[in-house]
DNA sequence: GATTGTGAAAGCGTTCACAGCC
DNA sequence: GGCTGTGAACGCTTTCACAATC
């Protein structure tokens, strides 16, 4: 059996590149072994998830002692298929797209540029660090080249689906989308959304929260106070 | 009884944003009414979950019928707070602060930047549009001076908690967290995280067991052809 | 003695299904 | 007749608690 006879909620996998990054972060300090408790301390969850989370990937602890930080750190990069870089492909080099294409932590990460591309002629042929703005007729050829899979949506909001339709028309079979809409594509590409004014918005939801109920209650921190 | 009476679950606080964006564009488009149905098709969830969630805010539906677009949108901009603006300040002036600082998107939906800072003489007083950077030191009388209460941590990670332990300092009491850090912050202040490269790695997850099922049973496909 | 791995319990979130209302 | 609002059922996630193991 390998990687592919267990199944993982998705919960869990959503908390993996986390603990991956804690377990690196303690290899570079010198750490060697790691209990559940400390892990969660570091991610902020509770020991027991972190027990669980780790059970769905295989038996890898000592009980007694811990978790090897390395053995677990090569576990998890080959559970998160990490072990070979992911080129990804951006479409769109607005604002958001050349900050991305600029932005080191992806190669650091294992996810290198592979290359960026517009339909704005105007932007074509400028530089972005090393990488040069592509017209997007190339981006299939630079899929196929790259061997790319996953694709980045940075385009403003109405040219976000035709985006999405062009990667798939170019092999790609999974999607960051930055833009604010719902990408329809078929249901063998995965899809995950960043939208940042709704994280915003969830914020100042919480933000309005308080703030009500400050105005409702005004004198409870007297009286808790007394 | 005003908005402050009900609870929201998270789940349904996380989506409200999305059913306001959706509910816009329908007005944009002319749509006067719409039913949960309608909604959930939009939203690509199920209408019983569209439901439910509005019920949260009220029961601002009409049997029969369906929902007012216009009422709808008033009661979720009330509900979320974005009877005004919420200014945001940003911490760190790298590829993504500058991004940030620049993308209109955020004046738009109500947010806003009042101010972008950063450690680095370098980058003091570069302008990204019309917004220039400033010191950090300054950080405390923007704050003030805009009635700012959303910061945004946009720091290399190992700066993060530097810069999130100022924002709280300045009195902000949400941060959106883009650096791939826990931050450790009063239990008074929200926080929420967006992290890139973890989106990447969870796409790649899943990636990586497409690619793993399809060597592991190189002929299901026939079999199922067949 | 310490800590894991995991059944069982508790807590949330989603979906169903239908009574209630227009 | 059509659609909402919601109790009840279901399923997923988290947490507890402890036997198993070093």
Known sequence: MGASGRRIPEA???RLPDYLRLLTESLDAGVVNLSSEELADLAGVNA?????DLSYLGTYGVRGVGYD???L???FRRELGLDHDWPVV???AGNLGQALAGYGGFRERGYPVAGIVDVDPAKVGTKIG???VRPVTELAAI???CHVSIGVVATPAPAAQLAADRLVAAGISSILNFAAVLLTVPSTVSVRKVDLAVELQILSYYEQRRAAAALATPRAQLAHGG
Request: avoid cysteine; proline fraction near 0%.
């Open 48 to 52: 027991a998830k972190v027990r669980k």
């Open 130 to 132: 090393e990488i040069e």
């Open 12 to 14: 869990t996998v959503a």
């Open 143 to 145: 899929v196929r080249r």
């Open 69 to 71: 930080v390395e053995y």
């Open 90 to 92: 951006i479409v769109g």
């Open 73 to 75: 750190i090569y576990q």
